[in-house]
């Protein structure tokens, strides 16, 4: 089992619509979660970050985190062209050590 | 604030060869951790760096070393570089708590040939 899975992409959603991508992990001692988006040939970027359980907005983004079920989650509501990336997920398993999952590739239709 | 630096940018080498990478962090941040990117294997850590000492390892070979100096600029060094070596290679600097966001620099691009 990976460390840190991500829902296959790619994902395509209309403009306007919301996007929801998923993320489930194994390090039950995970405290901190991450989304990056990262645009063709570009670097990572930080999108959110969640630590606790519940909901966490952020303009047009939601960041879900339920501990129990070992699961992240990151909505984009009202989609753009804009968005169109790919989303990866992150989870903190010690200090600086980051496991990524492998990425969910969106796209975002006019 | 200035980001995260990289140098260089783009990189060809041949097999067997060495390579020397470097990552200035964003002042302040006394965590610098190394990311190896591929197609076919995505984002994975190579090691963090923190106030001078490893702090923790990815799997990766021997062959893949990094240091880190007093000011927490640090390098990444590849030795007996193979083809399988060929990926984007990215810096990420924090303040070094887990809780700490890591910035990430614009990345190496190294080619084996």
């Known amino acids: 089992q990976k460390e840190v899975e991500q829902n296959s992409g790619p994902l395509s959603v209309p403009e306007g619509a919301i996007a929801s991508l998923n993320c489930t992990y194994s390090?039950?001692?995970?405290?901190?979660f991450f989304w990056y988006r990262q645009y063709s040939g570009k670097s990572p970027e930080l999108i959110m970050f969640i630590y606790s359980n519940g909901d966490k907005e952020d303009g047009r983004f939601t960041a879900q985190l339920n501990k129990a079920s070992q699961y992240v989650s990151l909505l984009i509501r009202d989609s753009q062209p804009s968005d169109s990336a790919t989303y990866l997920c992150?989870?903190?398993?010690?200090?600086?050590?980051?496991?990524f999952g492998q990425g969910t590739e969106l796209s975002v239709k006019p | 604030k200035a980001g995260v630096t990289q140098t260089p940018r783009y990189l060809i080498k041949t097999r067997g060869q060495q390579v020397t990478l470097s990552c200035s962090p964003i002042s302040g941040h006394r965590s610098v951790s190394w990311y190896q990117q591929t197609p076919g294997q995505g984002l994975q850590f190579l090691f963090e760096?923190?106030?001078?000492?490893?702090?923790n390892k990815g799997n990766f070979p021997g062959r893949f070393s990094g240091r880190q100096f007093s000011n927490s600029r640090s390098e990444m060094n590849v030795s007996t570089l193979e083809l399988g070596d060929s990926a984007l290679y990215l810096c990420a600097s924090s303040g070094g708590k887990p809780t700490d966001t890591q910035y990430f620099g614009p990345g190496t691009r190294l080619t084996v040939l």
């Open positions: 390090d039950r001692g995970s405290q901190s």
């Open positions: 760096y923190f106030s001078e000492t490893q702090r």
């Open positions: 992150a989870v903190n398993v010690a200090g600086g050590k980051l496991i």
